[in-house]
């Protein structure tokens, strides 16, 4: 009998487990987390009443749809999607070949990584 409630209460024992160790570890969220955190709060909260309803939550997708769809047609079709990926594409791919070879996926990675070590300055 107790060997075949045994994997249960290994398991059970190993989900309380996970469960406090999360715990623990959000709760040693750092400071600038936590003011991350409420400048995109108070960002979303766009009447300022100190709630995020629903309409102010959706409204950022909203106008992210409405910058997808280029035609205004009320639907994003596959042009309108991959548009922003094929431009982008066509900029990283500075030889033009139609390909991106490790020199070109170099120069975004050094850029990228320029911008999030100026943003970490700024923080």
Same mark, same amino acid.
């Given at each position: 009998? !107790?060997?075949?409630? +045994?994997? *249960?209460?290994? =398991? $059970?024992? /190993?989900?309380?487990? *996970?469960?406090?160790? @999360?715990g /623990? $570890? &959000?709760? &040693?969220? #750092?400071d600038a987390s936590n003011k %991350?955190? !409420? +400048?995109m709060a108070k960002k /979303? #909260?766009? &009447? &300022? #009443?100190g709630m995020i309803s629903l309409e102010e939550l959706t409204?950022?997708?909203d106008k992210r749809f409405q910058m997808l769809d280029l035609n205004g047609d009320g639907m994003?079709?596959? @042009?309108? +999607?991959?548009? %922003?990926?094929?431009t982008m594409f066509e900029k990283m791919d500075s030889n033009?070949?139609?390909?991106?070879? #490790? !020199?070109?996926i170099s120069? *975004? !990675?050094?850029?990228?990584? =320029?911008?999030?070590k100026n943003k970490k300055k700024r923080v």
């Open positions: 009998m !107790k060997q075949r409630y +045994f994997p *249960v209460l290994i =398991g $059970a024992g /190993l989900l309380v487990s *996970v469960s406090i160790i @999360t /623990l $570890a &959000n709760a &040693n969220i #750092d %991350r955190g !409420k +400048f /979303l #909260d766009i &009447n &300022n #009443d409204s950022r997708q994003i079709n596959k @042009t309108e +999607f991959y548009g %922003r990926i094929v033009g070949d139609g390909s991106l070879d #490790d !020199k070109e120069k *975004v !990675k050094l850029h990228h990584s =320029g911008k999030m």
